[in-house]
Nanobody, 120 residues
Framework: QVQLVESGGGLVQAGGSLRLSCQAS????????MAWYRQAPGKQRDVVAE???????NYADSVKGRFTISRDNAKNTVYLQMNRLKPEDTAVYYC??????????????WGQGTQVTVSS
């Protein structure tokens, strides 16, 4: 079994910064893609940023230039540095990881979510 535990959410004023962390633990042989998603009330869950095991990154257009995703492979941890936050960034942020536990497949696991609220 694999667990993803997120931390770092909270309340911040517009223009401020937050750093989210997500650590994977459990039966892990390797992790390919790690990503952050977010879901605002009444909306679907959308990808914010993703990072491959060799450091390749992709970002949603709405966060390019403001958010930075990174990972520490030795710690099975992914980070999301969020700068110049806007009220529209308010959402529950979820960590996602593709984990191989010794089989031929990578399975997607989700964290429990962490609330980010940006006040205007």
């Amino acid at each position: 079994q694999v667990q993803l535990v997120e931390s770092g959410g909270g309340l911040v004023q517009a223009g401020g910064s937050l750093r989210l962390s997500c650590q994977a633990s459990g039966s892990i042989v390797s992790i390919n893609v790690m990503a952050w998603y977010r879901q605002a009330p009444g909306k679907q869950r959308d990808v914010v940023a993703e990072i491959t095991s060799d450091g390749g990154t992709n970002y949603a257009d709405s966060v390019k230039g403001r958010f930075t995703i990174s990972r520490d492979n030795a710690k099975n941890t992914v980070y999301l540095q969020m700068n110049r936050l806007k009220p529209e960034d308010t959402a529950v942020y979820y960590c996602n990881a593709g984990v191989n536990s010794g089989s031929s497949y990578y399975y997607a696991y989700w964290g429990q979510g962490t609330q980010v609220t940006v006040s205007s």
